[in-house]
């Protein structure tokens, strides 16, 4: 049960644009005691659910703007394979290390950016 209720918590907080696959990464290797590997692969299927979800209604808004979206989606493209083999490469603890810094990197950034006023 307590599995049902981080999913969808983490569900929920995806959907609110907070990170719900870095918490549920979290979850999972910290406390369920899962491989980076194991985690990061039940991320993606994760996030094969939410995903389209979040798509329809940041079309519905208006809030891609397609040149944009083209680059990023050929890039996403040639660096995802490149980084999947670099991963597998990796030796556990590095992986583990460098995600942990990734996430402080991009948690201090949240903090303290300043969002343009409208």
């Known amino acids: 049960m307590t599995a049902v209720v981080i999913g ?7 959907g609110f644009g907070i990170g ?3 918490l549920l990464i ?3 290797t910290m406390v369920q005691q899962l491989p980076q590997y ?13 995903a389209p979800a979040a798509l329809v209604s940041h079309i519905r808004h ?6 944009i979206a083209l680059w990023c989606i050929l890039a996403g493209c040639l ?5 999947s083999l670099l991963a597998g490469l990796l030796p556990m603890p590095w ?13 201090f950034r949240e903090l303290f950016s300043r969002t343009p006023k409208q």
């Open 8 to 14: 969808a918590a983490t569900g929920i907080l995806s």
């Open 20 to 22: 719900g696959g870095s």
């Open 26 to 28: 979290l979850w999972l």
């Open 38 to 50: 194991t985690a990061a692969g039940i991320n993606l299927l994760y996030f094969l659910c939410c």
């Open 62 to 67: 208006h809030l891609i703007e397609k040149k």
């Open 79 to 83: 660096a995802s394979p490149t980084a």
């Open 95 to 107: 992986l583990r290390r460098g995600f942990g810094i990734l996430l402080l990197i991009l948690g």
